[in-house]
């Protein structure tokens, strides 16, 4: 059976960071690629960034050069270092591999 699942989030002042984390079991996470998206309020599911299984990695604009994804294959887990939040970063983030979805962190930043 797969499992996603994310740990990390809560309530922080703008500016402030956050590590999200999400956990893996039932894929061979090495395989993988990974992927974080997000949802505000209202809106739509969004892709935040992405780590293919060669490390690569992705970023939509509006998170490039606060937001780092990162993994490490010997504890099948994936991260998002989140630094320099703003408000508009608040949402539910979600992991993604395969078709596999986590049930979502949320993140609020708030003053």
């Known amino acids: 059976q797969v499992q996603l699942v994310e740990s990390g989030g809560g309530l922080v002042q703008p500016g402030g960071s956050l590590r999200l984390s999400c956990a893996t079991s039932?894929?061979?996470?090495?395989?993988?690629?990974m992927t974080w998206y997000r949802q505000a309020p209202g809106k739509q599911r969004e892709w935040v960034a992405s780590?293919?299984?060669?490390?690569?990695?992705f970023y939509v604009d509006s998170v490039k050069g606060r937001f780092t994804i990162s993994r490490d294959n010997a504890k099948n887990t994936v991260y998002l270092q989140m630094n320099s939040l703003k408000p508009e970063d608040t949402a539910v983030y979600y992991c993604h591999a395969g078709q596999n979805w986590g049930q979502g962190t949320q993140v609020t930043v708030s003053s």
């Open positions: 039932g894929i061979i996470f090495r395989l993988y690629d």
């Open positions: 780590i293919t299984s060669s490390s690569s990695t």
